[in-house]
């Protein structure tokens, strides 16, 4: 559904992504980690066709999202880390308006929006501008909004921002129900906890590259370390695993 082929994106001498190759197939939740600066934004923005990759191309259900935007972009529901979204409307219009967007029929949208208000207690909210909403209520209105139209992709970078604890788990179910009914999840979260939990396979982002990919199993493999938790096999593949000694250091006089 998602194949990645040597993507690459640099700023002037700066190589943010330098040569990234994935594959994901229909109805895998894919975890992307990384330290910060590591290049999973990036990623994220030439995946969805808001950067354009110095090199390489992104296919999602077989368009390149170059060479056939609007088809690859139609697959795709899209929730970024920082969301834009119209203070002056109202959250059911907001909902509306996307739904514009994609030429969704309004007897099936009207009702689907309906739906995803319920669902995330917003429906008493509906009619009130969205510069009353507080941040928890203003993701989940944008949570909706990418859902609206089904994507068979859904790319989110950071989603549980902002979300209280019933929030935070309503869209783990909601993203676990959506890869079960055959659709794709990428998501990229420094969450590890959630990522272990909810992912099928795991690709870490370290300088621009994945320097590792696979299952929790092939993870414990790679850094030779059994039964450990995702935290401590991503601290040991990032270099990061001698942090005990690093805040010794810091305390000591």
């Known amino acids: 559904m998602i194949q990645i082929r040597n993507l690459v994106k640099t700023y002037g001498k700066f190589t943010a992504v330098k040569g990234i190759d994935l594959d994901i197939p229909a109805g895998e939740f894919f975890g992307c980690l990384g330290p910060n600066g590591a290049g999973k934004t990036t990623t994220i923005k030439m995946m969805v066709g ?7 191309s992104v296919k999602i259900g077989g368009h390149d999202i170059a060479a056939e935007p ?3 972009k139609a697959a795709i529901g899209y929730i970024p880390d920082r969301p834009f979204i119209y203070d002056k409307l109202t959250g059911l219009e907001y909902l509306q308006f996307i739904a514009e967007l994609y030429e969704m029929d ?14 995330f207690d917003l429906q008493e909210h509906g009619g009130e501008l969205i510069e009353g909403y507080s941040h928890g209520m203003k993701q989940k209105l944008v949570i909706s909004g990418a859902l609206l139209h089904e994507p068979k992709v859904i790319v989110v970078d950071e989603p549980m921002v902002g979300l209280d604890p ?8 909601l993203f676990t129900d959506i890869c079960r009914k055959g659709a794709t999840v990428f998501m990229s979260t420094h969450s590890l906890g959630i990522a272990e939990a909810m992912c099928d396979r795991i690709g870490i982002i370290q300088h621009g590259r994945v320097i590792a990919l696979g ?7 790679q850094a030779k370390k059994e039964h450990e938790r995702l935290e ?7 270099g990061d695993s001698d942090l005990e000694n690093l805040i010794h250091k810091i305390s000591t006089p």
């Open 50 to 56: 808001i950067l354009k990759p110095t090199q390489g």
């Open 70 to 72: 609007e088809k690859a």
């Open 106 to 119: 309004p007897a099936v949208s009207g009702p689907r929006a309906e739906r995803y208000l319920e669902f």
């Open 166 to 173: 019933k929030g935070a788990r309503q869209v783990k179910d």
């Open 215 to 221: 299952t929790m199993e092939d993870l414990r493999r």
């Open 232 to 238: 401590d096999l991503f601290l040991e593949l990032t």
